[in-house]
């Protein structure tokens, strides 16, 4: 809100007792999913925001079914801003759900909001078509070069970069055992790389063993294997074929080579998971910065 004071601000997931301050001295502008948040925006508007209200049109989450829609009055249908809903499949260019779902939305829309903006896609939408872009596309993880659409190859870049102090080099001799449970034997003499990362800073623990760590000592970078469980505040990782690494170097998770898809996949879940987790721990430093172009 600071950084850019006329931004109009979208909370999806809606407003509430608990959020209505916050509300009012921001003048966000919530989205209504059901009677019950309806009537309590009713006895609290906010001056100057026209809330927007999202139907129900095959996922099944938020949103007022038409059975709801058909208890609001001529004056509520005329109080919102927008209307939107959410596609399940957008993922899958040829799910049955897309087309099922657009034609929902258009019914509905044309019935109680023919004369509103609309908005149904999100960043996976988008590459649906013209047809499911309407007025406005809510575009998220692939504002951060997540794929979107993993039918087609990925247009967008990655703009992350996520890295972490080594805080000590040491030597593994063979039949010596990494980490709790002992999930890791080392078959031969390693040296291995503690980072001062985990699990506690977003990191999934099930990049226990699979993960991976880079490091750029010279021209290229170098890839090391987590080795053992990943813990709540470091990853213990095979240094071995990495020349000249020293302590208070950084080991990088996210970057151009090895981005927020390929540390999901090695995690064995989706990359809007990843960028959901990552930097909440308070001691997470955080830098923005501008592109160049």
Known sequence: VDVCPDATIYVLQGIGKDSLDIFKKRKLTPVITSLEMWQFYKKHKIEGVKPVIYIETGLNRL??????????????????????????????KDHFMNARQLENFKRLKE????????SLSASDGAFLGADFCFDMVRLGAAMYGINTAPYRENQMKNIITLKAPVLQIADLQKGEFVG?????????????AIVSAGYGDGLPRALSNVGKVFFKTGLKWEEARILGR???DNIICDVTDVKNLQV?????????????????????TIGY????NIGKNERFIKKYVLSAR
């Open 248 to 268: 208070g170097e950084f080991g990088y998770f996210i970057l151009d080579e090895y981005t927020l898809d390929d540390i999901a996949r090695d995690a064995g």
């Open 111 to 118: 019935k109680y909001f023919n004369e509103l903006p609309a």
């Open 63 to 92: 949103g007022f079914r038409e059975d709801e829609l058909k208890k609001l009055s001529s004056k509520d249908l005329k109080s919102f801003s927008l209307v939107m809903s959410h596609l399940a499949c957008a993922d899958e």
């Open 230 to 232: 990943v813990s709540m």
């Open 180 to 192: 709790y449970s002992a999930t890791y034997r080392a078959n031969t003499n390693r040296k291995i």
């Open 273 to 276: 998971e990843i960028v959901s």
